[in-house]
């Protein structure tokens, strides 16, 4: 199937590693000009170029926290300025401090929701106006599994990705009639560095090892093994693209079947 990105142009927020990257570098596969972000500016700068030799397509790095208030904007400016537009935004960021009610104090609650809740308003909103010129419009935020199934001591991303969830519910519903498209993917656990670091957290806290975590986690998938970051990007490239152009408002679980409600 031809996902008709050839050319598009994205932003892909939180991509030097992890599930951003493996969403970018798909995009790019497919002919999608992509701009990357992370916090360290080689790093992220390398990435790109690093991208732009694997796939031939056009590809920028650009350094910033999305969790600072005036990052999204500017992250938008940059990526309009290297490729005279914006089709395709998505946003996505690090985890928040993972912890209970009892170990997490007031400073680590405000950055949770400068991470997961308003960086995703911040970059929505000041992509707009670039995204009401595109004949392809589409946003996609990463939130997780744990909006719909809480999961033990991730008690910030329990709570804040929910308001994300009702913001991209709510912008389907308010954008639909301008042509741009806002769905989100909730991933369950995928091989990532983040996904590993909290696994092997919880490991401690268990007084057990990161094998026997792992074996533990992976025995709660019907698929028996963590996700693949591409398995991810496969959705992610798929639902921004043109090929999904009747889907939006969809909150799609990636995550081998580990959700056990039927809705
Ligand atoms: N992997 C999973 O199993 C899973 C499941 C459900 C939900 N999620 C969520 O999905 C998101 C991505 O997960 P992941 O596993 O890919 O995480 P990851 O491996 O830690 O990657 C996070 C990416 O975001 C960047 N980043 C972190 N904080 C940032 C900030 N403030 N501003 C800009 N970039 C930032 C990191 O780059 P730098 O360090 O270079 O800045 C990195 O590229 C996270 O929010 C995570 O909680 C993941």
Redesign the pocket.
Known sequence: MDLKLKNKRALV?????????AAALALAKEGCKVAI????EA??KNIAEKIQKETGTEAVGLA?????LE?PEKLIQQTVEAFGGLDILIT?????TPGSIDSLDEAAWQKGID??LM?HVRLIKAALPYLRKSESASILT?????VKQPIANLLI?NSVRSATIGLTKSLALELGKEGIRVNSI??????????V??IAARAVKNNSTLEEELRKQTEMSPLGR??Q?EEFANAAAFLVSPAASYITGVMLNVDGGMYKGIF
């Open positions: 927020t939180g991509s030097s590693s992890g599930l951003g990257y972000n992370g916090r360290d790093k992220i910033g926290d999305v969790s600072q990052v996505n960021t690090g985890g928040p991470l997961c960086a990463v939130t997780s599994l744990s991303s909730l991933p369950g656990w995928t091989e990532t560095e983040h996904a670091d909290l963590l996700g970051p």
